[in-house]
């Protein structure tokens, strides 16, 4: 597969249960192609943008209590799909929109996508030096967001790394005329993501920050 950006994930093939595979049949349903699938639909207040949702537990919880906000989530992982799909079944969510592989190909790609919300938890924190340049959470990633956010936006990030917090900092002052930068101890309303409960179990401090459009 080509990528227009450099990968900020490792595609594993990973395990996925049957129930899974089944929910997966149901993916057509759910699927962005373009903005019109947001853009044209006018009964929701606000979009927003979950970007990796992981197995969905927590987004799914947050989502459900949102019902006013339509949600564009992305994901890679078929199994968090899988699960994802399973639940919105289950409990007749009608606010959830599905894409499934590298977001920044389609809202990068396409003009039209406008967010009131953007949810960014724990994308991958590529440790080692010499990955740094493959984290999602770059110059680059802030230059690009900024045309796909609404007037009065916001962007939540969070990360259980410390040399990532570090380096979101590091990028952020660049940015300090075109965002109004605040350190918070969680997103309102939103429960801890299975990363984030592994990161404080192995003793890891979590970093958020709330980007506000200026």
Known sequence: MRYNFLPSFVRRKGRITKLQERNLNFLKDYLIKDSSTLNDNRSFDKTALEIGFGNGEDFFSFAKEKNNTLFLASEVYKSGIGNLIGKIREHSLENICIYEGDIRDLIFEEEGFRFDEV????????????????????RDFFERIQS???????????????????????????FEDKFSIENVKQIPGRELSKFQKKGIKEGRDIYTFKLSLI
Do not use: G, M
């Open 119 to 138: 949810y960014i938890i724990c994308p991958d924190p590529w440790p080692k030096d010499r990955h740094h340049k493959r984290r999602l959470l770059s």
């Open 148 to 174: 796909c956010l609404k007037p009065n936006s916001f962007i939540f990030l969070s990360t259980d790394w410390e040399n990532y917090a570090f380096n979101i900092q590091d990028v952020l002052r660049d």
